[in-house]
């Protein structure tokens, strides 16, 4: 199994990283005393389970997959129904409560957290599937991994992330790619319909035909700005197996700088059957460390021909692997542990909109290579392909015709003592590539560092989103410290 966000497997001696040996950080004390609370919701335990501090089961569902960010909220609302998310946006707003919204808890920067009150929709677990007209019916609190068995199940598949723990409302509101993007576009491209409780706890179902406003905003405008996700309505398709593959250099930066302008020319533009990440990390001695990975599905020896572009310019150092899994056990191959895992961690993102210059890439490679092995990985997610071939404003998500690839600056590591190092790292990588870049960044990967957040994130598509604020939440209820703003950012 390999996972695109391991930073371990770019070590060239296979030493794990492992996260699970760092302690726990400390969640911090509710802001608002669990005993102070107004009184709660007269809600029945099949709609909502209410979780505070002293509760037996307070615990386990606190984890966040960025530790660092983790917060203990005074009360935790599971919400099990539509009804009950309903109650409780009435009961947070008519209290004042400070509240944030969770699924699966993957915000890099803890944008689902409070101290306060958690509205957390994972009790909303449904999954219908209609093989008639392959539409996938999922309640919000779904994870990716819990949404692709349940399809697989069925024959059926669904284009999205590859970490399985991460939850469906926050992916598909931000865009979502993964290793079917190019064959099949993001995860929010397949929505239909979404059901959101809005500001004044209303529902309202959000499609082409009703609401079509804020069925735009759902598809790329991030999570937690206009209401919460109760659930999706999705296309999905047939697909039996996949081809993925993986193959491995280590180079010196001259090397690597030839490798790297080879898989940038190639990968956004390889057939659509393909998507592929180009891993670069430090393999120590001043070498770089680059590992291709990807999906096809088209046939074997297309794809062996296509890899040529890379392979026939420098030999690899570990031979490429390429075999045919059915989708499920394609997703488990790059998936990493199926397990909840929470570790230390920071990422910041960039999209490269025009092909990288030289001196742009020999300025990657310079910075990366005197890092120790694991101390960082740029992870990049070629685009082009089916993602392409939606307007850039015809959803909220502005990165389409033209955009090369995303690529995420990622560090991992297991003792708390070390987080302003691993840190100072990213930063220092992330500020060799500014020349290079054009300042737009992907609101999945979301970086409380950048100045201004709302351009990076949805630049042209920004006004539209600012409209549909100011239409679906005027008094800015659904506010974390990077929603949508009620008003365009003079910077
Ligand atoms: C290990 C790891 C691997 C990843 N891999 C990929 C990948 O392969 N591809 C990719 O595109 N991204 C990937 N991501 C990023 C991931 O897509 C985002 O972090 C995503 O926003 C997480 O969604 P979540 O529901 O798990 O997170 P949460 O932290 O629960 O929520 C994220 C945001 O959505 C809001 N939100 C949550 N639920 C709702 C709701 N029901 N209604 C409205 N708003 C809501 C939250 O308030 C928050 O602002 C990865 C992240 C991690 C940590």
Redesign the pocket.
Known sequence: MEH??RVDELSPSGTPQSAAAAPLAAAAPPAVAATSLPPLPNLPASDVQFLRPQDPHYADLLPA??KLTQLAPALRAVCKTEHAVAVMVDWVRSNGLNF?????????EG??QSTDVAID?RGLQQITVDKASNIVTAG?GVSLFELYSALAAQGLALQA???PT??I???L??????LLARSHGLTCDGLQQATIVDAQARTLQADASSEPDLYWACRGG???SF???TEFRISVFPLKTALVFGVSWTLSRAHAAQLFAAWQDWAPNAPSDITSIMKVGPAGNGLISMRCIGQSVGSESALRTELKHLTSLQAPSSALTVRSLGFLDAIKHFAGPLDYESILMKAKSDYVLTPLPASGIAAMMAAVAPLAPGAIALLCDSYGGKIADVAADATAFPRRAGTQYCIQYFSSWSRAADTATHRAQVARVYAAMRPFMPGASYV??CDLDLDDYATAYWGDNLGRLVAVKQQYDPDDLFH?AQSVPLSVPDV
Do not use: D
């Not at 944030?100 to 890099?108: D, I, K, M």
């Not at 509101?173 to 993964?178: L, R, S």
């Open positions: 695109p966000q997959a960025n944030a919204v969770r699924c699966g808890g993957h915000s890099y944008l689902s929709v919000s992330g590859s970490c991460v939850g409302s926050g992916h509101t931000g865009g979502g790619h993964g991030g999570g937690g209401g919460i996700a999945n990967y974390h």
